[in-house]
C-alpha cells in the first residue's frame, strides 16, 4: 500500500504506492513537523466533544475508504469528518498516534511490519491474532474487512513473453536487467528490495521511484518500457484495463493485507465500532476494484461521492 498500499499501492496500501501528496513531500513533513495535518483541510462537518476525524493516506483507494468510515459513522449518529492525503505510513500513523486523527484505513500486513519489523506471520488470520500485540499503546485495530489490497510486481504482457515470466522466481533469473518503478520507500520496506533478495534473490538493475503509489505516472513508465516492472496494488483497475501480468508470489514476499481501521482508544465509543464494523462486514475486493475504477477511471467521480453510493447500495445508509 498498498501503502501506501498500503502496499499499492498499496498496500498498500495498501503505504501505499498512492496518487495525491508526493511520497518525499509526505516524509519530509514526518521529520519537520510534529503535527503532519497541519496544511491539510479537513472536509465535511465536525463537532467538538466526540466527533471524529478519518484521515487517509495519500492515495485515492485510502481516501474512498476513509469516506466509506466517515459516511457510515455520520449515518449512525456520530459526527465524523475527513482530513485526506496525510502522507505514507510512516506519517499518518504518528497522526493516529498523536490524536491529530482518530481513524484511518490501514492494511494489516504492512501494519504489522510498521510496528513489528521481525514479525514472520503471513497469513490473514496470522497476521490479524499479531496485530493487537504489537501496537503501541492507545491504538487498536477493528475488524479486518474481506476486502484485500497487495502490492504486486506487474508486467505487461510483451515484458513477460519477453523474458518468460510468470512468477517473482522466473523474474529473478533476470532481475539484473530489469528497472523496477515503485514508491521510493520500497528501497527499505520489507517487501520492497529487501524482500526481493532476502526470497527471490533477486537484485534489480535500479529502482526508479514514483510518488504516485502505482497510479498514472507509474503505469506510463511501465507501458513505456521507462521501467519494466512495477509495484502496482492488486484493486487498481489499469491492471485488468491494460492487459498487464501479476507476477505469482509462491513465496509470500507479499503477505496478506486486509483493509481494516487503525484508531485511537481515546474517543472511540462502542457506537463506532460498531458503525465501522459495518462496514468491515461487507467490504470485498471487487468493491474496491469497483470504487477505484469509479473515481480513478473515466467516471471521475470524487471520493466522497463514490463512498456514498456504496454505502446506500450495500444498505448501511438510507
Known sequence: MKEPRPQALARRAFGGLAAGLGLAMALSACGGSSNPLSSAPATGSAASGSALVIGSADFPESQIIAEVYAGALNAAGITA??????GSREVYFKAVQD???DVIPDYSGNLLLHVSKDATAVSAEDIFKALPGKLPEGLAVLEASKAEDKDAMVVTKATAEKYKLKSLEDLAKVCGEIVVGAPATFAERAY?????????????????PFSDGGGAVTLKALLSDQVQVADIYTTTPSIADNDLVVLED????????????????????DKAKEALNSVSKVLTTDDLINLNRAVSGSQKQNPKDAAAAWLKDKGLVM
Do not use: R
Not at 520492497?192 to 526508479?208: A, D, Q
Open 99 to 101: 490524536g491529530s486523527v
Open 81 to 86: 469528518s475527513t482530513k485526506p492525503n496525510i
Open 192 to 208: 520492497g528490495l529487501p524482500g526481493l533478495k532476502k526470497n527471490y534473490n533477486c537484485v534489480p538493475k535500479k529502482l526508479e
Open 250 to 269: 509462491p513465496k509470500n514476499n507479499f503477505i496478506a493485507q486486509q483493509v481494516l481501521p487503525l484508531y485511537n482508544k481515546a474517543k472511540m465509543t
